[in-house]
């Protein structure tokens, strides 16, 4: 959908409080658009990004293709991809000047999130090595939910939890090379490695990013959670510099 619909005649722009209001209207592209740039590298990748986010109305539907053009490459990739033993890791590739922030995030065998928000941010997720699953849920009390598919549910007063459970609104496989996209908007998430015998390596892009966000439990009850990194441009982090 064009992103004309948001008011940006004004020249200066505030572009975190633009990309916050583009969540509003933008819901991702399927394929590469016909007029973009090719991308060949991570290296030309992390360069048009940056490229993309010195103007404050950044263009989405460009960042969405630059995500989708990139195809993957393990040997450009494999010094980010930081595994642990009992948990998916998230690791730093560039922290885009405080504008995004690109992580490769590593799935051992099994190895899944919690259903999560992502702080009225815009999430695209792209398959580097293996497969995921994504399972998509309802936002629990947030207005205008533009995924909601039966509006008889009684929602409880803004702010209170509500009582019936997350209603699960669709489950999508994720292939290498595939981008997929969620903004608060459209919805929660949980994302797994729905496979028992291999890794799953993902790169995701989070703008603007945030520091903590909300994961829910099948009550819908609310808690914050704090978003650390395993790992810095390639260097495991200790703990206070996570």
Same mark, same amino acid.
Not at 106 to 118: A, F, K, P
């Given at each position: 959908?064009?992103? !004309?619909?948001?008011?940006?005649?004004?020249e200066?722009?505030?572009q975190?409080k633009?990309?916050?209001?583009a969540?509003?209207?933008?819901?991702?592209? +399927?394929k590469?658009?016909?007029?973009?740039?090719?991308?060949?590298?991570?290296?030309?990748?992390?360069?048009?990004?940056h490229?993309?986010?010195? !103007?404050n109305?950044? &263009?989405?539907?460009?960042? &969405?293709?630059?995500?989708?053009s990139? *195809?993957?490459n393990?040997?450009?990739?494999?010094?980010?991809?930081?595994?642990?033993?009992?948990?998916?890791?998230r690791?730093?590739v560039?922290?885009?000047?405080?504008k995004?922030?690109?992580?490769?995030l590593c799935w051992?065998?099994?190895?899944?999130?919690?259903?999560h928000d992502?702080?009225? !941010?815009?999430?695209f997720?792209?398959?580097?090595?293996?497969?995921l699953?994504e399972?998509?849920? +309802?936002?629990?009390?947030r207005p205008?939910?533009s995924v909601?598919?039966?509006?008889?549910?009684q929602?409880?007063?803004?702010?209170?939890?509500?009582p019936?459970e997350?209603?699960?609104?669709?489950?999508?496989?994720i292939?290498v090379?595939?981008?997929?996209y969620? &903004?608060d908007?459209?919805?929660?998430?949980?994302?797994?490695?729905?496979?028992?015998?291999?890794?799953?390596?993902?790169?995701?892009?989070?703008?603007?990013?945030?520091?903590s966000c !909300?994961v829910f439990?099948?009550?819908c009850?609310?808690?914050?959670?704090?978003v650390?990194?395993?790992?810095?441009y390639g260097?495991?982090? *200790?703990?206070n510099?996570?």
């Amino acid at each position: 959908m064009a992103l !004309s619909k948001i008011d940006a005649e004004i020249e200066q722009v505030d572009q975190e409080k633009y990309l916050r209001q583009a969540t509003n209207y933008y819901q991702a592209l +399927e394929k590469p658009l016909k007029y973009g740039p090719v991308i060949e590298t991570m290296d030309q990748l992390i360069t048009a990004l940056h490229r993309e986010f010195e !103007s404050n109305y950044v &263009n989405i539907e460009m960042v &969405n293709h630059l995500m989708l053009s990139y *195809k993957s490459n393990p040997k450009e990739w494999r010094k980010y991809a930081k595994f642990d033993r009992y948990t998916y890791t998230r690791n730093l590739v560039d922290a885009g000047n405080g504008k995004f922030n690109l992580l490769i995030l590593c799935w051992g065998e099994g190895h899944g999130s919690s259903v999560h928000d992502h702080a009225d !941010s815009h999430c695209f997720m792209k398959m580097l090595k293996g497969d995921l699953r994504e399972k998509r849920y +309802e936002y629990p009390n947030r207005p205008n939910n533009s995924v909601s598919r039966d509006t008889s549910h009684q929602h409880s007063h803004e702010g209170d939890i509500d009582p019936r459970e997350l209603v699960e609104i669709g489950e999508t496989p994720i292939a290498v090379n595939d981008v997929a996209y969620i &903004n608060d908007n459209l919805g929660l998430h949980r994302v797994e490695n729905p496979s028992h015998a291999d890794t799953s390596v993902s790169l995701h892009l989070y703008c603007p990013p945030f520091d903590s966000c !909300s994961v829910f439990q099948d009550n819908c009850k609310k808690t914050t959670a704090k978003v650390t990194f395993w790992s810095k441009y390639g260097v495991r982090t *200790k703990p206070n510099e996570q």
